[in-house]
C-alpha cells in the first residue's frame, strides 16, 4: 500500500530564499544580487509613490508597501526573481474603495484579501492561473491602462479641479470643463518629463528611465524656482521612517463585512493573477519555473504586512521583476535588496524625495499607462473568434465606465457560458454510421448511438428525445461511450431517466467501451446497478454480439 509522507504537503510552501540558503549562497551571487537589486530599488520608488498618488492616498504609503511588500515578497516566495510592490492593476480598485470606505476599509478588504491568498495557496489552487482566458486578461489590463492615463490628465497639465469624480464618463466631462486652466509651467515641465522619458528609452535604455527623469525634473524644477505643485506641497515631507505596525481602526459588524467580501475577492484575484503572470513572465526569459502555491502565499504574507505597515494591496510587479532579470539578479535575494534600497534612499534622502513634482509622476504614470495597454495585443485579439472578442470588449468596457469588479466577475461568468457552449457544440448524442461497425448489417431490432465530448449539463437534454424521435423502439438501444472523456451529476441523471424511458418502452439499454473513470463515476452513482453489469460490454462489437445471440 502505498504511503505518503505528511511533510510532503508543506514542502512545497518552504520560500525559495530558504532553499538558496541550503545551496550555499555565494558571494557571487551576493554580487549580481546587489547591483539588481540596487537597479530595480531606484526603478520602483518614483513607480510606488505615483500608484499610491494615483489611486488617492499619499506617497508615503506606495513606499511602505515597496518597502515592506517588496521585501516579504521576495523572502516568502517561490520564485527567485519575483519584484512585488504597488502596481497600475490595483489602481483602479484602490480608489474606488478608498472613495467609498476610506483607508481603513481598504485595510480590512486588504487584510481579507491576504486571508484569501493563503487559503488559495493552501488549497493548491495556483496552477488554476491557466484556466484563465487571456482576452479577459488582456480586456481587463487595457481598461486600467486608461483609466490610469485619464487619472493623470489633471496633474499633467496642472489644471485647476479641487477633485475629480470617480467615474470615467464625468471625469473626463470635468476634465475638459476645466481645460481652459492648464497651467503652462506645470504642463511644460511634465511634457519635457515625457520627452526625457521617451529619448531615454529610446537611445539609453540601460538607465533607469522613470527614476533618471523624476530626478531631472526635480532638479529643474528646484534650480528654476517653477511654481509647480510638489510632494511636499501637496501631501507634506515624505517620513525618513516605516510607522510601527497598527491594526486598522475599523468597526467590524457582518453588515460592513459582508459588503466588503466581493472587494477582497477582486483584490486577491487581482494579486493572485498579476504575482503569476511575473512568475511566468520571469520563467519564460529565464528557463526557471516558480512554485505557484508558494508564491500565493508570498503574496498573501505580503499583503498582510503591508497593511499592517500603514502600505496599500501588493502584488508581482510585471516590469520590475523583467528589470530584475535583465539586470542580472539570480536569487530572491535580489527582490530584498530593492526593497532595503528604497529603505534607505527615504531615509537618508526624505526631504529631496518630498520636492518631486506631481507632473514628473503623472508623465511617468502615462508611460506606465501606454505600456500596460498593450495594444498591439488588444487590436491582435479582434482576429480571435468572436466568443474571445465579446470577453475582450465587455471586461474592457465595464473595467472603464463601470469598475474592476463588475468587469472581472462578468468577464469569468461570459468566458465559462461561452466555453459551455463550444462544449456543447462539440459533444453530440448521434446515430453511428453502419459502415463503421465491422458487421455487414444491422439487426432491425437494434439501435446503435454514441456520445461523443463530454456528458454534461449541457448535453444532457439532447439523450432524453432520442428514442422517442424514432418510428418504432429497438429490443436493444446500444450506446456507445468510448467517446466520453467524463461525466457530471446532470449527464448521469439523464442515462437513469433514459434508461427509465427505455424500459418502459421494453428496450434494453447497453452501454459500450466505457472509459474507466466514467464507469467508476457511473458505479458510485448506481447508474451501473440500473442498467445491470451484463448490460456493460468492452466494445461495440461485443454488444452486437452479444444482442445478436439474444
Known amino acids: 500500500m502505498k504511503t505518503t509522507n505528511p511533510l510532503s504537503f508543506w514542502q512545497q510552501f518552504i520560500p525559495e530564499t530558504f532553499h538558496w540558503l541550503n545551496r550555499s549562497y555565494s558571494w557571487r551571487f551576493f554580487r549580481a544580487d546587489l547591483l539588481a537589486g540596487i537597479t530595480v530599488g531606484i526603478v520602483a520608488l518614483p513607480l510606488g509613490m505615483a500608484f499610491a498618488i494615483a489611486s488617492g492616498l499619499t506617497p508615503a ?229 516558480h512554485r505557484s502555491n508558494c508564491e500565493l502565499m508570498g503574496q498573501g504574507i505580503a499583503n498582510i504586512g503591508s497593511i499592517l505597515f500603514g502600505g496599500i494591496p501588493t502584488t508581482g510587479a510585471i516590469a520590475r521583476t523583467a528589470t530584475n532579470v535583465k539586470t542580472g539578479g539570480q536569487t530572491p535575494f535580489a527582490g530584498m535588496i530593492h526593497a532595503l534600497t528604497v529603505a534607505v534612499i527615504v531615509m537618508l534622502c526624505a526631504p529631496v524625495v518630498s520636492l518631486i513634482p506631481l507632473a514628473s509622476l503623472a508623465a511617468v504614470l502615462m508611460v506606465v499607462a501606454w505600456n500596460m495597454s498593450e495594444l498591439h495585443h488588444f487590436k491582435h485579439l479582434f482576429k480571435a473568434p468572436k466568443s474571445d472578442v465579446v470577453v475582450l470588449l465587455i471586461t474592457f468596457l465595464l473595467t472603464v465606465l463601470v469598475d474592476l469588479t463588475t468587469a472581472v466577475l462578468a468577464g469569468v461568468l461570459l468566458a465559462l457560458f461561452l466555453l459551455m457552449r463550444k462544449l456543447e457544440s462539440s459533444a453530440r448524442v448521434q446515430p453511428i454510421k453502419k459502415e463503421k461497425l465491422e458487421m455487414a448489417q444491422l439487426p432491425k431490432h437494434v439501435e446503435v ?34 467517446h466520453v472523456p467524463w461525466v457530471d451529476a446532470s449527464g448521469m441523471h439523464a442515462l437513469k431517466e433514459f434508461y427509465y424511458s427505455c424500459h418502459q418502452e421494453g428496450t434494453i439499454l447497453v452501454l459500450s467501451s466505457v472509459h474507466t473513470s466514467v464507469r467508476a463515476s457511473l458505479k458510485k452513482f448506481k447508474v451501473l446497478d440500473l442498467i445491470g453489469e451484463q448490460h456493460v460490454f468492452a466494445h461495440v462489437e461485443a454488444a452486437l454480439h452479444h444482442v445478436q445471440r439474444a
Do not use: C
Not at 516568502?76 to 492593476?89: K, L
Not at 456520445?451 to 422517442?468: C, E, M, Q, R
Open 61 to 289: 504609503q506606495g513606499i511602505y508597501t515597496t518597502i515592506v511588500a517588496g521585501f516579504l515578497t521576495s523572502f516568502f516566495g517561490g520564485g527567485r526573481f519575483q519584484i512585488g510592490g504597488a502596481t497600475g492593476a490595483f489602481v483602479v480598485i484602490i480608489y474606488g474603495i478608498v472613495q467609498k470606505i476610506g483607508y481603513d476599509g481598504l485595510a480590512i478588504v486588504t487584510l481579507m484579501a491576504g486571508a484569501i491568498l493563503l487559503i488559495g495557496a493552501f488549497s493548491k489552487l495556483g496552477s488554476l492561473i491557466k484556466y484563465v482566458p487571456y482576452p479577459l486578461v488582456t480586456g481587463f489590463t487595457t481598461g486600467i491602462a486608461v483609466i490610469i492615463f485619464s487619472s493623470q490628465v489633471k496633474d499633467f497639465l496642472g489644471l485647476d479641479i479641487n477633485s475629480l469624480p470617480a467615474d470615467f464618463l464625468p471625469k473626463w466631462i470635468s476634465l475638459l470643463s476645466h481645460f481652459h486652466t492648464v497651467h503652462l509651467p506645470t504642463f511644460a515641465l511634465a511634457s519635457s518629463t515625457l520627452i526625457l522619458i521617451l529619448l531615454l528609452r529610446r537611445y539609453v535604455p540601460a538607465l533607469p528611465w522613470g527614476m533618471t527623469a523624476v530626478v531631472m525634473a526635480t532638479l529643474v524644477s528646484w534650480f528654476m524656482h517653477l511654481p509647480v505643485t510638489t510632494i511636499a506641497s501637496r501631501f507634506g515631507e515624505i517620513p525618513r521612517m516605516l510607522p510601527m505596525p497598527t491594526w486598522p481602526a475599523f468597526e467590524f459588524s457582518f453588515a460592513n463585512i459582508h459588503e466588503l467580501i466581493p472587494d477582497a475577492i477582486t483584490v486577491a484575484f487581482l494579486a493572485g493573477i498579476e504575482s503569476l503572470l511575473s512568475s511566468v513572465v520571469a520563467d519564460g526569459m529565464t528557463g526557471t519555473r
Open 449 to 482: 448511438y454514441e456520445i461523443t465530448g463530454p456528458f454534461f449539463f449541457g448535453v444532457a437534454d439532447s439523450l432524453k428525445h432520442v428514442l422517442s424521435g424514432l418510428e418504432k423502439p429497438p429490443q436493444f438501444f446500444i450506446l456507445q461511450m468510448s
